[in-house]
């Protein structure tokens, strides 16, 4: 129970995906404008790294090491990650047209998340269990949705500023995105 | 051939992958700590770039509309692949050190879009072009960052083994924050606010 808490609190906070380790920057600097979208785009992805998590973990375990064809696992990881994506983009909208508006349209964006392929590598590379996978890929995207959404409440105030013309948009954001990871370096010693 | 000059021109500056386009970068940022890993990320994109560009580019004409993205990326990861192990076999030290970074070039943006916006229209040789100069311009971009990171983070200039002697100062104090995750988001800001100020590249 220890170690899954350990994992949980070291994706979210220590080993964040976005602030630590470079991953999903292409969300995180494009749909941080605002942050109810920015919270729409976090929940998607949580959910599409859960649920990838679940899948690759069992085709690595049950299909990948028994054949022993583990160097196919980039190709087989990401057609599994591409066809989840698609079958939830087709069951939201069947089912739930309200949900299909309010993230549709960032699913397909999600397929080439490095994020969630990100997650699936890191889970393999370490041998994770079930449970630790999937406490592990919660915790990646609860630490996604914390940092895009604290980028975002920061973005929407940053507009008004008047930092110099140069800087404006996307440099700007780099800079704060740095004071944000030095903040998120504090939680180092902690687990 | 001029054409092909000019195809290759471009991906330098005028629509640089990293500092315009604004694409791939998690790679660019994660491994930017030192100029080896610069370096070797390079060369893990341009056999990837090479290979899609012209793979991509010869069967354009044979790929329905429709499934056009999920046979681009089977062709990309497939190379990745190849990659990959290749690395793992020849350059075991670069393969630890650039990590997971090398698997996820199958979701570099760079690669996909070149695959989408150029190789799938344009003929093998424009292509081949084409991955030239976007490679040439990301490795012009990482080693940018790279030489920064090193220099302020460890302060020496250690390349491949080779050392190239102590920066002052720094040599003695350096600044550890930079070749940390802060100091690349930091560096790319700022590199980009002043290629901005020069109109070097242009602004929103």
């Given amino acids: ?191 | 051939m001029a054409r092909f000059g000019k195809e290759f021109a471009k991906g330098l500056i005028i629509s640089n992958p990293v500092f315009v386009l604004a694409l791939g970068l998690c790679p660019t940022l994660a491994v930017s700590t030192s100029i080896d890993n610069a370096l070797g990320m390079t060369l893990a994109v341009l056999i990837v770039l090479f290979g899609a560009n012209i793979l991509i580019a010869a069967i354009r004409r044979f790929v329905p509309n429709i499934t056009r993205i999920p046979i681009f990326i089977v062709i990309i990861a497939t190379l990745v692949t190849v990659v990959n192990l290749i690395f793992q076999a020849r350059l075991p030290d670069l393969h630890e050190s650039l990590g997971i970074f090398l698997p996820l070039i199958v979701v570099n943006c760079i690669i996909l879009g070149r695959a989408e916006a150029f190789a799938s229209k344009q003929p093998i040789f424009y292509s081949i072009a084409d991955a030239l100069g976007i490679t040439v311009g990301f490795m012009i971009a990482l080693l940018m960052i790279s030489f920064i990171r090193q220099i302020l983070g460890t302060g020496n200039l250690t390349v491949f083994g080779h050392d190239f002697g102590n920066v002052p100062v720094l040599g003695e104090n350096p600044v550890a924050m930079f070749i940390l995750p802060p100091g690349a988001f930091l560096i790319i800001g700022l590199l980009l606010g002043l290629f901005r100020r020069t109109g070097v590249m242009k602004g929103e």
């Fill in chain 1, 1 to 191: 129970m220890n170690e899954l808490v350990a994992i949980f609190l070291g994706m979210v906070l220590i080993n964040n995906f976005i602030l630590s380790r470079f991953l999903g920057l292409c969300p995180f600097f494009g749909v941080s404008k605002q942050l109810g979208s920015a919270i729409s785009m976090g929940v998607a992805v949580t959910f599409v790294m859960a649920l990838s998590a679940l899948a690759t973990w069992i085709i690595n375990t049950y299909v990948l090491i028994p054949f022993d064809i583990e160097y196919m696992h980039i190709v087989i990881f990401i057609l599994v990650i591409a066809t989840l994506v698609q079958i939830i983009e087709l069951f939201i909208k069947k089912t739930n047209a309200q949900l299909y508006f309010a993230f549709g349209i960032y699913l397909p964006l999600i397929t080439t998340n490095c994020a969630v392929l990100g997650i699936t590598l890191v889970n393999r590379q370490e041998g994770y269990t079930l449970p630790e996978s999937m406490v592990a890929s919660l915790g990646a995207g609860l630490g996604f949705t914390l940092a895009l959404a604290m980028m975002a409440g920061i973005r929407e105030r940053l507009e008004m500023a008047n930092a110099p013309k140069a800087m404006r948009g996307l440099p700007i954001a780099f800079v704060v995105a740095a004071l944000l990871g030095l903040s998120f370096s504090g939680f180092g010693g902690m687990v």
